[in-house]
């Protein structure tokens, strides 16, 4: 399995930007379609966003216009970048590799088959 390790977590105002990344282990990783799921204490992990092998995203409407993801495939990395944050964005931040079973769009959790550890984004009013 892919090994994915997530960073770039913090404490930030309401209001602030910060950008998490994840590094993902092995040869293929440009293969792959990636996403970023969240989870707050006493609810369900959502989903974020994705993006596709070839660049294309997927947002959540809770994140759109406020949330980018990219990635740099010579670098095995994926990156979430979190403008005009609100408290309500308070979760683990998860990155996740895709493995079908249906589109970007989509945002199902059991589309994806390999997670990281999670990063703790804390966004303070």
């Known amino acids: 399995q892919v090994q994915l390790v997530e960073s770039g977590g913090g404490l930030v105002q309401a209001g602030g930007s910060l950008r998490l990344s994840c590094a993902a282990s092995g040869r293929t990783f440009r293969n792959y379609a990636m996403g970023w799921f969240r989870q707050a204490p006493g609810k369900e992990r959502e989903f974020v966003g994705a993006i596709g092998s070839g660049g294309s995203t997927s947002y959540a409407d809770s994140v759109k216009g406020r949330f980018t993801i990219s990635r740099v495939n010579a670098k095995n990395m994926v990156y979430l970048q979190m403008n005009s944050l609100k408290p309500e964005d308070t979760a683990v931040y998860y990155c996740?590799?895709?493995?079908?079973?249906?589109?970007?769009?989509?945002?199902?959790?059991?589309?994806?088959?390999?997670w990281g550890q999670g990063t703790q984004v804390t966004v303070s009013s």
């Open positions: 996740a590799r895709y493995m079908g079973g249906g589109t970007l769009r989509d945002g199902s959790s059991q589309n994806y088959d390999s």
